[in-house]
């Protein structure tokens, strides 16, 4: 075979295979940018190879010049076309181009282009000769030689350089061989008589065609399951790691290896920032360093919800930067959003060198892949850290509660509601006469005495039903204790605990207490009493000789000397009321409240006031001391005509959630809101504005609430500064069963 159909055959096998080629990488994904370049080139290769194979069979069966001269116009057509088009092909895969590139290359071309076309229509004369044995000889001109091997340098100089930046060996073959065998083409004439360049170049293209194809279908649709085996092989050392630490650690060492790439950094959302948690192969100095949201591809990752790429980072990107040095030595950089329940919770960023390849569309795949697996992978790290942590609090607040309860003196026991005992601290076994500790689970009634336990077991769940709290006393034969059972476990209690208190000194102190008041009281009362009684007789005897001024000196006397009985009555009868037993029986309110304001009616009538009675009729009754009680109400009446200078006195009684509810209302000064919480304190005298101060001797309300508190009720009060008081009492229905 001749030279001449040598080439003839290797160019009609380049102008099918790149027809073919051509039509696959426009179908396999015409977005591309580097794919729209290598289309350029191919075409551009097709036109060199048209033009080639023309000429040479023209000349070859002596077609005639003029065929000869078309073949060779498109030969040069193709050949400045391709000799460009490969180097911004070049420039595109490895990232080097500049702002301005794009334009000044193509414009570049198309002049070229254009000048090739204008030549081709002019039919202006290309210099050739044919030999005896119909091989073809041409020349170019110098000016397109110069121009030819400057873009074939640069290509060569380009794709040398910047050869780590290229995925796939193949490639850096065949642009290199395709540089090389056109410029053995432009400088010896030999090797393009041969046709050496043009089948040197031809295969090239057909390598550079199977880089690309081999690239961007045969390799993802071979390595697919590689790859998924991968990024199982990453998720499962991912989720392996409970510790978030350790975690962070491994998604950026696993993405780094998955992507082939120079390092990686951890971002994670922080409300509205961005902080840097963990890093492979960069400056762990500057882990904790926050990002704002929007700011730098972390920052603009997370807001846009989408994965970004930048091939060169200290030349593209022009926000801020993602860490201080990043822009000297960050190159391509590509980062993916880790989102889980639609939230994102970090960016993952997986970093090139600036000598380090580019990233493609299939890494961009792949580390979509990785960013769910890693944001289930930290939140499942965050909950377990978070259940360590509470489990650890737990954990310490029950060895201090354990701490606090063994070591307190005051007996604990928790039961639950099988009356089943949870827990007894020592004081508690103690108190028992236990040999043992009392254990979980024994019935409470097994170990504890039934003089322990509420005499009351009806009253003591309807407290703990309406108050959630129980309070009783606990004699032994040398201890008394005050009882609080409460219930365990909110909202629907899980068990009770009681709280034993030893108040035997407190008891004999209020023992003492009451007994020298009630010795002090009586110890008063007998000489105030004869002095009241001499009062009124030298008063009658004097009536006679006293003048006016000795009158008032007298008047004033008995006032102070009744406002003293009243206060040492008032003594006793609260002493009475704390220290003794209530003679309990059936009591009708009705007929006690009635008999109260009988007996203040007089005093309600010299103030010009109208006091008056709303009894329901169907009123039931309740259980208590009806002496106590009627000084109770009595109390009430009197303190409502004291303070209400005009107006009305109404004393009321209804049965509400079985309870008799009796209020008196009247429309006399108010209390202020400070007051109101003291005004049942014992001794405690308030200013209501509008009235001089009081004489009374603070004892009349806080006689009220040992009554109540006695039979088991509450009082409360409403009341607005000039306009009246309202003060309730709730005192619970007697039931036949308390009777008993």
């Known amino acids: 075979m001749t030279p001449n159909v040598a080439v003839l055959v290797f160019n009609g096998l380049t102008l099918t295979l790149s027809l073919g080629l051509l039509i696959l990488i426009l179908w396999q994904d015409p977005t591309s940018e580097a794919n729209r370049y290598f289309s350029l080139f191919l075409f551009m290769v097709i036109i060199w190879a048209s033009g080639s194979f023309l000429g040479r069979a023209a000349a070859y069966v002596n077609a005639g010049p003029g065929t000869i001269q078309m073949g060779l116009r498109l030969l040069d057509v193709g050949f400045s076309g391709a000799s460009i088009s490969i180097y911004i092909y ?42 005896a044995d119909g091989v073809l000889r041409y020349d170019f001109d110098p000016v397109s030689v110069a121009l030819y091997l400057a873009f074939l340098g640069a290509t060569v100089v380009l794709v040398w350089r910047d050869r780590r930046k290229i995925r796939g060996r193949a490639l850096i073959i065949g642009i290199l061989l395709f540089a090389l065998g056109q410029m053995a083409g432009l400088l010896s004439p030999r090797f393009r008589m041969m046709g050496v360049a043009e089948i040197a170049s031809s295969i090239a293209a057909l390598i550079i065609s199977y880089g690309v194809v081999r690239q961007q279908i045969m390799a993802p649709l071979l390595g697919r399951a590689k790859q998924l085996e991968a990024v199982r092989d990453v998720g499962l050392a991912i989720t392996s790691r409970l510790h978030l630490e350790e975690t962070l650690a491994a998604i950026a060492a696993q993405a780094t290896g998955l992507l082939e790439a120079d390092g990686a950094a951890m971002f994670l959302k922080n409300n509205s920032r961005l902080q840097l948690a963990a890093v492979y192969n960069l400056p762990e100095k500057y882990v904790g360093i926050e990002l704002p949201l929007g700011s730098g591809v972390a920052g603009t990752v997370a807001v846009e919800q989408r994965g970004r790429r930048v ?87 029950k060895e201090r509660l354990e701490i606090v309860l063994t070591g307190t003196e005051n007996p604990v026991v928790a039961i639950d509601r099988q009356f089943r005992i949870m827990f007894a601290n020592p004081a508690a076994v103690g108190l028992m006469n236990a040999s043992d500790d009392l254990a979980v689970g024994t019935p409470l009634i097994e170990r504890v005495p039934r003089s322990y336990l509420p005499q009351n077991a009806g009253r003591a769940l309807r407290d703990l039903k309406r108050r959630r709290v129980h309070v009783y006393e606990i004699g032994t034969q040398e201890r008394t204790y005050l009882c609080h059972v409460a219930e365990l476990g909110k909202p629907r209690a899980v068990g009770w605990v009681a709280v034993l208190n030893d108040v035997t000194q407190l008891k004999e102190l209020d023992r003492l207490k009451s007994q020298m008041v009630q010795m002090t009281s009586h110890d008063l009362k007998n000489p105030l009493q004869a002095a009241m009684s001499y009062l009124e007789l030298l008063n009658e005897d004097g009536e006679a000789v006293f003048n006016d001024d000795m009158r008032e000196y007298l008047d004033i006397i008995w006032a102070q000397l009744t406002r003293m009985y009243r206060i040492i009555s008032g003594i006793l009868d609260l002493e009475r009321v704390q220290a003794g037993t209530p003679a309990y029986e059936l009591c009708a309110v009705d007929d006690v409240l009635r008999h109260a304001v009988e007996e203040m009616g007089a005093q309600a009538q010299s103030k010009g006031l109208d006091l008056r009675l709303e009894i329901d009729c169907t009123l039931p009754p309740v259980l208590g001391d009806a002496q106590q009680l009627g000084q109770a109400f009595i109390n009430l009446v009197e303190n409502a005509i004291k303070f209400t200078p005009q107006g009305s006195v109404c004393v009321a009684a209804v049965v509400r959630n079985r309870h008799v509810v009796i209020e008196v209302r009247d429309t006399g000064v108010g209390i202020s809101t400070e007051e109101q919480p003291r005004v049942f304190e014992r001794f405690y005298r308030g200013q209501q504005q509008g009235l001089a101060r009081s004489s009374c001797s603070g004892l009349g309300l806080s006689l009220v609430k040992a009554v109540v508190d006695r039979h088991a009720g509450e009082i409360s009060l409403e009341s607005t500064p000039g306009k009246g008081t309202t003060v309730f009492v709730m005192l619970p229905i007697a039931d036949e069963n308390e009777l008993e």
């Open 90 to 131: 070049s420039a595109v895969i490895t990232g080097v181009q500049g702002r301005w590139f794009r334009g000044v290359a193509l414009t570049g071309l198309g002049l070229v282009f254009f000048y090739q076309v204008l030549l081709l229509i002019g039919n202006a004369p290309r210099p050739f000769e044919v030999s």
């Open 311 to 397: 091939e060169h980072y200290y030349r593209d990107w022009k926000g801020e930067e993602d860490m201080p040095w990043a822009r000297k030595a960050f190159g391509a950089v590509i980062g993916a959003p880790l989102m889980f329940a639609g939230e994102v919770v970090g960016v993952l960023l997986v970093i090139q060198g600036r000598q380090g390849r580019l990233f493609d569309r299939e890494d961009m795949h792949l580390l979509e892949l990785l960013g769910p697996q890693a944001a289930v992978a930290i939140t499942n790290s965050r909950l377990f850290e978070a259940e360590r942590n509470l489990l650890g609090d737990l954990t310490t607040a």
